[in-house]
């Protein structure tokens, strides 16, 4: 479609649904309240019959709405169904008599039985030919619900006869297995689906998906502030504390420690707090598994537009405070320097975002994926070869493989590397007056220095990678796993297995 036709189609579609005077309003979120809930309803209708797909799912379409809305919303779409050819499906809640009627066909169930499947005008003949007619001036579906309703009344005990709600679900479920209702309905739709034959249509491609994903991405991070805005301004005044305190820390025998533990707080407590953007991620993930299980889009364009969206954020989070902490601390000049320097920590906090998405992924919950998070990173500080040097670290599990796992430890001999090699300091040591940098790194730090600070550099942009793709082969392992999960029965046909008596089966 052309620019000017999907405009278009998104004018009237949110016509059709009432959203005119909301074209200008924010939809709102966890720090603004946005649009009201009716809206947001008829939003979210608006984004599924955007795309006229050939089947549609509504889950209770009207509520929250009042009678004269949900009449208004329910015609358009069942003008929209008949205009462009689609099956909507639809759950309603307390439909008034107006929407009723709009309905084509009907069907009710009653603890998991079939009361009626067929004609929603012929409902009502149904009741009534089965001694539950519906009384004058009353709401068909309100008849309908009341008659087999059995929420509020008292489980019957055994031996006593059945409550009437009960029985009057019996009766109807019998009486739809004898009739010929069923029949007529399974015809019925075999005619449909002949008829409707399903009609092809262009699809954007990969690249027009990832593009438009990008720029919403990039719009909904611009304007949450507590996606960047908020940590960028933490950022600055934590950077502001530490080079002051820091601040021209000299060649001094002291100026060693206090240039490794400035390094290590730069490494370590910035990239920390990445994960101050989980809320965010948990929101992103929430509209990513509803869009893609419409067919929108799939998890590699997902993944590619929030990558490169992020990107001129966390550079800006980088770069800024980065430089108030380095030069403020009077770390190494020259310009080549403090770009790895910003590059590394660019790389750092893009790395933990890509790890609290995975966690967004398997722990869904505010507060237990931050603690998730925290302690996945606390254990990664522990072995980075800063509070115990790597030829002390136990060698089973915190050696091989934690330590070499552990991204901060990448991160660190990078900037060691950076930062000491080239310069002299001022001994503390009897007959020696000067020590060099990278005699430093590798007898007090234990630096490897068999490689340069780009390959470590690149570890950590390839440790991003593999985050990145480690997510994508989480959420394809869950769309496997988890159907399998909900579709498991165990059987107890001999013995209770379960510790539950009289339990045969449950799923």
């Given at each position: 479609?052309?620019t000017?036709?999907?405009?278009?189609?998104?004018?009237?579609?949110?016509?059709?649904?009432?959203?005119?005077?909301?074209?200008d309003?924010?939809i709102?979120g966890?720090?603004?309240?946005?649009?009201?809930?009716?809206?947001?309803?008829?939003?979210?209708?608006?984004?599924?019959?955007?795309?006229?797909?050939?089947?549609?799912f509504l889950?209770?379409?009207?509520?929250?709405?009042?009678?004269a809305?949900?009449?208004?919303?329910?015609?358009?779409?069942?003008?929209?169904?008949?205009?462009?050819g689609?099956?909507?499906?639809a759950v309603?809640?307390?439909?008034c008599?107006?929407?009723?009627?709009l309905?084509h066909?009907?069907?009710?169930l009653?603890?998991?039985?079939?009361?009626?499947?067929?004609?929603?005008?012929?409902?009502?003949?149904?009741?009534?030919?089965?001694?539950?007619?519906c009384?004058?001036m009353?709401?068909?579906?309100?008849?309908?619900?009341?008659?087999?309703n059995?929420?509020?009344?008292k489980?019957?005990?055994?031996?006593?006869?059945?409550?009437?709600?009960e029985?009057?679900?019996d009766?109807l479920?019998?009486?739809?297995?004898s009739?010929?209702?069923?029949?007529?309905?399974n015809?019925e739709m075999?005619?449909?689906?002949e008829?409707?034959?399903?009609?092809?249509?262009?699809?954007?491609g990969?690249?027009?998906?990832?593009?438009?994903l990008?720029?919403?991405?990039?719009?909904?991070?611009?304007?949450?502030?507590?996606?960047?805005?908020?940590?960028?301004?933490?950022?600055?005044c934590?950077?502001?504390?530490?080079?002051t305190?820091f601040?021209?820390?000299?060649?001094?025998?002291?100026?060693?420690?206090?240039?490794?533990h400035?390094?290590m707080?730069?490494?370590?407590?910035l990239?920390?707090?990445a994960?101050?953007?989980?809320?965010?991620?948990?929101?992103?993930?929430?509209i990513?598994?509803?869009?893609?299980?419409?067919?929108h889009?799939?998890?590699?364009?997902?993944?590619?537009?929030?990558?490169?969206?992020?990107?001129?954020?966390?550079?800006?989070?980088a770069v800024?405070?980065?430089?108030?902490?380095?030069y403020?601390?009077g770390?190494?000049g020259?310009?080549?320097h403090f770009?790895?320097?910003?590059l590394?920590?660019?790389?750092?906090?893009m790395?933990?975002?890509a790890?609290?998405?995975?966690?967004?992924?398997?722990v869904?919950?505010?507060?237990?994926?931050?603690i998730?998070?925290?302690?996945?990173?606390?254990?990664?500080?522990?072995?980075?070869?800063?509070?115990q040097i790597?030829?002390?670290?136990?060698?089973i599990?915190?050696?091989?493989?934690?330590?070499y796992?552990?991204f901060?430890?990448?991160a660190?001999?990078?900037?060691?590397?950076?930062?000491?090699?080239?310069?002299?300091?001022q001994?503390?040591?009897?007959?020696?007056?000067?020590?060099?940098?990278?005699?430093?790194?590798v007898?007090?730090?234990?630096?490897?220095?068999?490689?340069?600070?780009?390959?470590?550099?690149a570890?950590?942009?390839?440790?991003?990678?593999?985050?990145?793709?480690?997510?994508?082969?989480?959420?394809?392992?869950i769309?496997?796993?988890?159907?399998?999960?909900?579709g498991?029965t165990?059987r107890?046909?001999?013995?209770?297995?379960?510790?539950?008596e009289?339990?045969?089966?449950?799923?």
């Amino acid at each position: 479609m052309s620019t000017a036709e999907k405009l278009a189609r998104g004018d009237d579609t949110v016509r059709e649904m009432g959203l005119t005077g909301a074209l200008d309003i924010r939809i709102g979120g966890r720090s603004s309240k946005g649009i009201s809930g009716g809206q947001q309803k008829r939003l979210s209708i608006c984004l599924d019959i955007l795309t006229c797909p050939r089947l549609l799912f509504l889950d209770e379409p009207t509520s929250g709405l009042d009678s004269a809305a949900s009449f208004h919303v329910m015609s358009r779409i069942a003008s929209l169904a008949a205009r462009e050819g689609m099956t909507i499906v639809a759950v309603v809640h307390q439909p008034c008599s107006e929407v009723f009627e709009l309905f084509h066909g009907l069907c009710l169930l009653a603890s998991g039985s079939t009361i009626f499947f067929g004609p929603a005008s012929t409902a009502a003949e149904f009741f009534a030919s089965n001694g539950y007619p519906c009384p004058p001036m009353r709401n068909p579906s309100d008849h309908f619900l009341r008659t087999v309703n059995k929420d509020f009344d008292k489980e019957s005990e055994e031996g006593l006869p059945c409550m009437p709600e009960e029985e009057a679900i019996d009766i109807l479920v019998n009486s739809y297995k004898s009739s010929n209702t069923s029949e007529v309905a399974n015809q019925e739709m075999r005619y449909v689906n002949e008829d409707r034959a399903m009609i092809g249509r262009n699809r954007p491609g990969f690249v027009t998906k990832t593009l438009v994903l990008t720029r919403r991405s990039f719009v909904n991070m611009y304007r949450d502030i507590g996606y960047y805005w908020l940590r960028l301004a933490i950022y600055v005044c934590i950077t502001v504390c530490l080079g002051t305190i820091f601040y021209h820390v000299g060649y001094g025998p002291d100026s060693i420690q206090a240039r490794s533990h400035m390094l290590m707080f730069i490494a370590t407590l910035l990239t920390f707090m990445a994960i101050g953007g989980f809320p965010s991620f948990v929101e992103d993930m929430k509209i990513f598994r509803r869009e893609r299980l419409n067919g929108h889009y799939g998890v590699a364009a997902f993944v590619i537009s929030n990558t490169l969206s992020s990107i001129p954020y966390l550079l800006l989070n980088a770069v800024v405070p980065g430089a108030i902490a380095y030069y403020l601390t009077g770390l190494q000049g020259k310009i080549e320097h403090f770009v790895y320097f910003a590059l590394a920590l660019c790389a750092c906090t893009m790395l933990v975002e890509a790890l609290m998405m995975i966690v967004a992924t398997i722990v869904p919950d505010f507060l237990m994926g931050i603690i998730t998070g925290a302690g996945i990173q606390g254990i990664m500080m522990l072995t980075s070869g800063f509070f115990q040097i790597p030829n002390n670290l136990p060698k089973i599990v915190w050696k091989y493989p934690m330590y070499y796992i552990s991204f901060h430890k990448y991160a660190l001999q990078g900037f060691y590397k950076n930062e000491f090699s080239g310069l002299v300091f001022q001994s503390n040591l009897e007959g020696q007056e000067t020590v060099s940098g990278e005699k430093v790194i590798v007898e007090l730090f234990q630096v490897e220095t068999g490689h340069s600070r780009w390959v470590d550099l690149a570890v950590l942009c390839g440790m991003i990678v593999i985050y990145r793709l480690l997510f994508v082969v989480i959420i394809k392992v869950i769309d496997v796993v988890k159907p399998m999960l909900l579709g498991l029965t165990f059987r107890c046909n001999t013995k209770c297995i379960c510790g539950i008596e009289n339990l045969c089966s449950t799923s």
